[in-house]
């Protein structure tokens, strides 16, 4: 069974920084882990994914402000966030998907952590 705990989440202004954390228990090595962003009554969004060769994907909205890393020794997936807009919040969530290459398509990822909330502010 797989267990995506994250953490790292806060309230910040505009213009802050965060590192969100992602640690993942009963996942096999290298599998395609990424990042999604939800806000009540909005479909999840996806912001950055990694697979199993290092491939990053990141969404257009948040290129070249986050940056998507993995320590696969610790099977710990991190999203570093620079220069957070009020746009950038929401609650976000941590998914595990298979073996395959990675996309930000939340129906590819079968196992969810709770989420961490971050607030940006002006």
């Known amino acids: 069974q797989v267990s995506l705990v994250e953490s790292g989440g806060g309230s910040v202004q505009a213009g802050g920084s965060l590192r969100l954390s992602c640690t993942a228990s009963?996942?096999?090595?290298?599998?395609?882990m990424g990042w999604f962003r939800q806000t009540p009554g909005h479909e999840r969004d996806g912001i950055a994914a990694m697979g199993r060769s290092g491939k990053t994907i990141v969404a257009d909205s948040v290129k070249g402000r986050f940056t998507v890393s993995r320590d696969n020794n610790s099977n710990t997936l991190y999203l570093e966030m620079a220069a957070l807009t009020p746009d950038d919040t929401g609650n976000y969530l941590c998914?595990?998907?298979?073996?395959?290459?990675?996309?930000?398509?939340?129906?590819?990822?079968?196992?969810w952590g709770q989420g961490t909330q971050v607030t940006v502010s002006t």
């Open positions: 009963g996942l096999a090595r290298g599998y395609c």
């Open positions: 998914a595990a998907g298979g073996p395959g290459s990675c996309r930000l398509l939340w129906w590819d990822f079968a196992d």
